[in-house]
């Protein structure tokens, strides 16, 4: 549990890396599952990602209440989160993002797939969550346990998840793991885009290259995440 | 009455704001109805909005005449303002803007349409104003209230108008969900554009999921709002 | 000639503006005509724009000799100024500018057209100044008076003209109109870019319309010029 | 080798340079070969190149193994380098990045090519090498001097080589050269996606073209660095 406020302060760290990378503008959010509780999870309270400090994070339960009397307004969609953590034990932390270049995969029938090594957790590609299928007409939010079960499901085992006519979701074992694949799927997305634009063949990474430089770039995720910190988030104390 | 010097820090706030997203340069404006009488408006003096303080702002009534013996240099095109409100009476604040990416909208013959739920207000898509209908060659300003009254005609009951060769037009109830939608048309028309270039077919948002995201986005409004004052006019007071 | 040191410093301006602007990076330059001789202009000694200053402003005659007996090393491409002020006595100011968006038009059979009122200045499209007609194999700058000339010569009365695997150069009857003009270009190109991308028809400016346009840009050019010095000029007195 | 402390200096700030114009992230990396000893070069620990320091920099032979009993952690694919220096004695520094706007070339059957004379260092066009050839699966990372070594065979007597999947390098006769390509390499694949994207013929620059803009730029190459270095590295002495 002593590593508790560590963590609250990677978090928040994680909120102004996204924004300061233009993964998360207004909207948007990122959590990590508690480091002494598997049932529980650390989120904001509804707050641009930009202004979220330590004392802003509140406790959920995986059912994506609020723990401890917190009586301050969640975000409406923290039910992503709960139902992600509740089946995939191996995921620590979660990011919700309407980054811009994405977003045009998540509604159209061309696939996401990865480019190059640095978006290798992208594999065979992303799946898109239609909440049409199940759900009909909604506001589009993910707003209750049923919404975020059916979104956890598209997700599957993968890293990665986009939402049709929304955004997306990236997942990882750490909190720097979900933050890089959150800039990556953004930074893919605008890659692939222009690929494509070029009116040429696309060669995209095959599954084993992608399984492969994957582990790699795991083993040197915290080059990236020590700049980051750096860059956006200098006022933080670890 | 008590009510007008902090609306008139929110129109300067909102100036700057718009500046800062890239949704006005040197040139658009955004006014707001006023609090005490609904047969005025509020209107900086031909400025830069960047450069607008509290101290440029000038009141019109609806036919776009100077108020008190006020003899600055207003916009040119003031009347799309005075236009508007004497058409919508739902209508309390208005931004003009020449946004990079919306233009090519405005002269393409594809329609703008919500490709996420954060541009609902778009719902089945944006109409085009076409001034040489009616008045044939000119300088594509809209300089009298005849001119006014046919881009709010075009407008009707929508949230956003685009402007042949020019630029567009967002409303809203109230200063943060006009600056918003000036905002979230500029993003859509980017997404869009991206959806379309990937060569599939896109999926836009469905008018009853439009309408739905739209009540959910209002309710929300002051999350990006504080973010934006935060970032683009901390000095502010209110 | 008491004119000169307050139009040396808006040469300046010019410099570090179209430098924050983006249109000029480390290469390109600006020129204004002497004030009290128009047979002489003014131009920054070989350096980066974002770096000139007014001890750096060196004097030219209209073949492009420097005077007063300056010695720094002068633009190898000062010619382009010199030609251009020789043919246009109208002409008072002078941009070259290699500015991204534009420099595809400059390689495309694609003509640069007026898409919105903002880039009204070019009417019926940029003519491109294809070097090699004349001049054969070049390391493709403009180094000499005769190509100097060939280049003016193609700009003919219009205000902008492109440059083959180069650039382009924007001109105006004053420094404040050559950067609006140069600022433009580049805006316009980029919204050509994404209405064609839409792949439905385009709506270009008619001839009409843009000479209409251009009229009143003219008289409302200081107020994006306000806010440029502002922004990036803010150290300069006048 | 009393230079050395001045070249340390310029890959210093060449590092915080290249992060400053986006052509380098959180990864890719950028040497120089040793001025007292061309069997050495020299070349950061593992770090985000923004946050490079002269106390970073490691020196390597040619086989890429670390000198003066130095421990600590290289970058893993600073074989790129060591390869390059023994194949090219005309190449004393090296850039590797994954830029943005160069990815796509390395993914797609359309060749990058020069657009504008900024860019003439392309001559031809830049070859892609494609890793899977001789090592069939692997993890897209150059991991030892074979690898290296097939890297450098297909650069040949070029400035530059794509990296299919991955990104690519640019090499140069001295840190502003190698510097000056990588930024103008990522430009003209900016340049060239958008000549594409007009949908009309694009005119190359000529060979003969090519290899006169590249002598000229070569002799004008202390403009942008001077530019670069006070923009990105003002704080560094020299």
Excluded at 13 to 21: K, M
Excluded at 27 to 33: A, E, K, L, M, T
Excluded at 85 to 97: E, G, I, L, N, T
Aim: proline content about 5%; charged content about 20%; overall charge neutral.
């Amino acid at each position: 549990m002593s590593a508790l406020p560590a963590l609250i302060d990677d978090l928040v760290a994680a909120n102004r890396i996204l924004a300061g990378l233009n993964v998360l503008d207004g909207f948007g959010h990122v959590s990590v599952r508690h480091p002494g509780d598997p049932n529980r999870y650390l989120l904001s309270r509804s707050l641009a990602p930009e202004l979220v400090t330590p004392a802003d994070i509140m406790t959920f339960d995986l059912a994506s209440n609020a723990q401890d009397d917190d009586t301050r307004t969640p975000y409406q969609e923290r039910f992503i989160h709960g139902e992600i953590y509740k089946r995939r034990p191996d995921v620590q932390a979660v990011v919700h993002s309407h980054a811009a270049t994405v977003v045009p995969f998540a509604v159209s029938s061309v696939k996401l797939r990865p480019i190059y090594h640095m978006s290798s957790f992208l594999r065979a590609g992303a799946s898109v969550f239609e909440i049409r299928e199940r759900f009909k007409m909604t506001d589009m939010l993910i707003r209750n346990n049923d919404q975020g079960a059916a979104l956890a499901e598209k997700l599957g085992d993968d890293a990665v998840v986009l939402m049709r006519g929304h955004g997306f979701c990236a997942t990882g074992e750490s909190i720097p793991v979900a933050v890089y694949r959150a800039y990556y799927t953004q930074s893919n997305a605008a890659l692939q885009q222009q690929a494509i634009a070029l009116g040429g063949s696309v060669t995209y990474l095959e599954p084993e290259e992608a399984e492969r430089a994957d582990a790699t770039n795991r083993s040197v995720i915290m080059r990236p995440w020590s700049l980051w910190r750096a860059k956006f988030y200098a006022q933080g104390s670890n």
